[in-house]
């Protein structure tokens, strides 16, 4: 094998026909080399020329699901052998790739979605790649956390990418106490059969003036995205037993220090006082301790109580 570019030719016939297909072919594309693809979160589309062509060209697709890479593999007439690279057996198939790419072969890392090793398995492959010497080069493409923050409205230069969070309630507050005055956004992943009970804690953990925005499905038939404050946040999604399907990228607005503190201070005082008193008394009172606005600590003690 050699680092020579390959032609056109060297993929199926209807790909190597796209106008701008040369354009790929004709970058470098070293031997002995890790890929890492990214690879679509929904739409097949959304597939960059770059790994389309490398995918044509690798010896082998190391990949999270067989299945999954297959169905998309022949979705582009493409067929190659692929080796099962998941959480459970990284390091063992790291092995397994290194004596590959040391034989000059050319390795594609995808996952089932997105980008490898970003809350996906791949991270301890590429660490084991690096450390053996080897080469590792990126393809970037579909980015879940990406494509939900650029259509967020969230005006904020920077973010902070969190991924799941701990299944467990009390790992997940203690999570979410780390993490309640930072002043960048917030990115969270999160799936259908957690979502409720991990907004429940987002809504309890930031003060409730927060701006939230759900994105749902993104770049799927039932794409869906919507910002509201935390205040809403539970009440929404109890609404429609839908919003509770498919996958999720959370995304809450970076905690203002002044304003945040503030607003911690009142969510405080108005738990204390709804264990002695009904939610109408506790708004009154937390509005007049704190100087916040009644009707928000009123819908505010409403979502505490479940009503």
Same mark, same amino acid.
């Given at each position: 094998?050699?680092?020579?570019?390959?032609?056109?030719?060297? /993929?199926?016939?209807?790909?190597?026909?796209?106008?701008?297909?040369?354009?790929?072919?004709?970058? &470098?594309?070293?031997?002995?080399?890790?890929?890492?693809?990214?690879?679509?979160?929904?739409?097949?589309?959304?597939?960059? +020329?770059?790994? /389309?062509?490398?995918?044509?060209?690798?010896?082998?697709?190391?990949?999270?699901?067989?299945?999954?890479?297959?169905?998309?593999?022949?979705?582009?007439? +493409?067929?190659?052998?692929?080796?099962?690279?998941?959480?459970?057996?990284?390091?063992?198939?790291?092995?397994?790739?290194? =004596?590959? +790419?040391?034989?000059? %072969?050319?390795?594609?890392?995808?996952?089932?979605?997105?980008?490898?090793?970003? &809350?996906?398995?791949?991270?301890?492959?590429?660490?084991?790649?690096?450390?053996?010497?080897?080469?590792?080069?990126?393809?970037?493409?579909?980015?879940?956390?990406?494509?939900?923050?650029?259509? &967020?409205?969230?005006?904020?230069?920077? !973010?902070?990418?969190?991924?799941?969070?701990?299944?467990?309630?009390?790992?997940?507050?203690?999570? +979410?106490?780390?993490?309640?005055?930072?002043?960048?956004?917030?990115?969270?992943? %999160?799936?259908?059969?957690?979502?409720?009970?991990?907004?429940?804690?987002?809504?309890?953990?930031?003060?409730?003036?927060?701006?939230?925005?759900?994105?749902?499905?993104?770049?799927?038939? !039932?794409?869906?995205?919507?910002?509201?404050?935390?205040?809403?946040?539970?009440?929404?999604?109890?609404?429609?037993?839908?919003?509770?399907?498919?996958?999720?990228?959370?995304?809450?607005?970076?905690? =203002?220090?002044?304003?945040?503190?503030?607003?911690?201070?009142?969510?405080?005082?108005?738990?204390? /006082?709804?264990?002695?008193? &009904?939610?109408?008394?506790?708004?009154?009172?937390?509005?007049?301790?704190?100087?916040?606005?009644?009707?928000?600590?009123?819908?505010?003690?409403?979502?505490?109580?479940?009503?």
């Amino acid at each position: 094998m050699t680092d020579s570019t390959d032609s056109p030719s060297s /993929l199926p016939g209807h790909i190597a026909q796209l106008p701008v297909i040369g354009e790929a072919a004709q970058q &470098s594309y070293p031997t002995a080399t890790l890929y890492i693809v990214a690879t679509p979160i929904g739409n097949v589309t959304d597939i960059t +020329l770059r790994a /389309l062509h490398l995918l044509a060209i690798a010896d082998v697709v190391a990949c999270e699901d067989t299945r999954k890479t297959g169905a998309l593999l022949g979705r582009f007439g +493409l067929s190659k052998p692929m080796l099962a690279a998941h959480q459970h057996n990284e390091r063992e198939v790291a092995e397994k790739l290194i =004596s590959r +790419l040391l034989a000059g %072969e050319r390795v594609a890392l995808v996952s089932d979605a997105g980008t490898p090793g970003v &809350s996906d398995p791949g991270a301890r492959i590429v660490d084991a790649v690096r450390a053996a010497g080897l080469r590792v080069l990126p393809l970037p493409g579909p980015s879940a956390a990406v494509t939900a923050l650029s259509a &967020s409205g969230l005006v904020n230069d920077q !973010f902070y990418f969190v991924g799941f969070l701990p299944a467990k309630a009390k790992q997940r507050e203690s999570a +979410l106490a780390a993490l309640a005055n930072v002043p960048a956004t917030l990115v969270f992943y %999160e799936a259908p059969h957690r979502i409720l009970e991990s907004v429940e804690a987002l809504a309890l953990a930031f003060a409730p003036s927060r701006q939230i925005v759900f994105a749902r499905e993104l770049t799927k038939l !039932f794409e869906e995205i919507h910002r509201c404050t935390l205040a809403e946040a539970v009440a929404w999604v109890k609404a429609d037993a839908n919003r509770e399907r498919g996958e999720f990228v959370v995304l809450v607005e970076g905690a =203002s220090v002044a304003t945040d503190a503030a607003d911690v201070e009142a969510e405080r005082i108005l738990q204390i /006082l709804l264990k002695e008193c &009904s939610v109408k008394q506790a708004a009154n009172l937390a509005a007049q301790i704190t100087g916040r606005k009644k009707n928000a600590l009123y819908d505010r003690a409403l979502e505490i109580k479940g009503e």
